[in-house]
């Protein structure tokens, strides 16, 4: 196992996600009422409604929009979502995953399709880029809960695969830790974590590039446009992407 500071792994650009706050809030809704209506409505016997609830409380999800999402498939007044995948190549030939939940697929590829078209990107076929990243497990964590030893060291003792480490510098960047762990053991090596470093930020299952494209300054512009058009995207949950741009780049970027 190691423990990398210097390059974080980027998978979507920071804030991106809480960039609109009520959008955010109604993807972590669908979320949880997928995840509620695919297994039991109770966190604590649904692995994937225990993740998707700390997801919305880490983004300061109100209680009662969180119990409702629950409600709301208890009751069976959901609407069908269906969970899809897309693939493609963005800017500089970089790989991208898109994760939706969907209650209407041609809409969703409509949409999707139209984001690659107009940032520079192409809309491939199923498969086509998923074999260069891996399935695995990751848990999120603010820097603030401890140094890169005492994160890595809780990490080996759960049985976590390698950690990510960027003890940030300043309000802009605060910093995170992502623990990566292999898909059966997500669950289990959360709660051993939660022992020692509390609640986590983020548990979910997540796409690992295999090699990682660094980008210029040219192609990071254009990428991070199709990266926020997706994400603006109401359907579409998770963007994922094997792509890093060094700090400098980003510091240019705003």
């Known amino acids: 196992m190691a423990g990398h500071s210097k390059f974080k792994n980027i998978m979507h650009r920071k804030g991106a996600q809480d960039k609109k706050r009520s959008a955010q809030f109604s993807k972590l809704s669908r979320e949880i009422t997928v995840a509620a209506k695919m297994g039991m409505p109770d966190p604590d016997m649904n692995p994937r409604l225990r993740a998707a609830v700390n997801a919305a409380k880490a983004q300061s999800m109100p209680k009662d929009n969180i119990q ?34 969907t209650d209407n697929r041609n809409r969703t590829a409509t949409n999707v399709r139209t984001a690659f078209a107009k940032n520079g990107g192409n809309l491939g076929a199923s498969g086509a880029v998923s074999h260069g990243f891996d399935r695995l497990g990751l848990i999120e964590y603010p820097a603030s809960v401890g140094d890169e030893d005492k994160v890595l060291e809780a990490a080996i003792e759960a049985g976590a695969e390698d950690v990510e480490s960027d003890m940030g510098d300043g309000d802009e960047n605060p910093g995170s830790h992502s623990i990566w762990v292999s898909v059966d053991s997500l669950h289990p090596v959360a709660r051993e974590l939660e022992k020692v470093l509390g609640e986590a930020e983020g548990v ?9 494209a660094t980008v210029d300054a040219d ?33 240019t970027l705003g």
């Open 68 to 101: 409702r999402a629950i409600d709301k498939a208890s009751k069976g007044d959901a609407e069908n979502y269906e969970e899809v995948r897309y693939e493609g190549y963005g800017p500089g030939g970089v790989a991208i995953i898109v994760e939706a939940l």
């Open 204 to 212: 979910k299952l997540a796409w690992r590039p295999q090699i990682k």
């Open 219 to 251: 192609a990071a512009a254009t990428l991070l446009k199709l990266i926020d058009a997706l994400e603006d995207d109401d359907d579409v949950q998770t963007v994922w992407g094997n792509y890093e741009i060094p700090d400098e780049i980003m510091a």
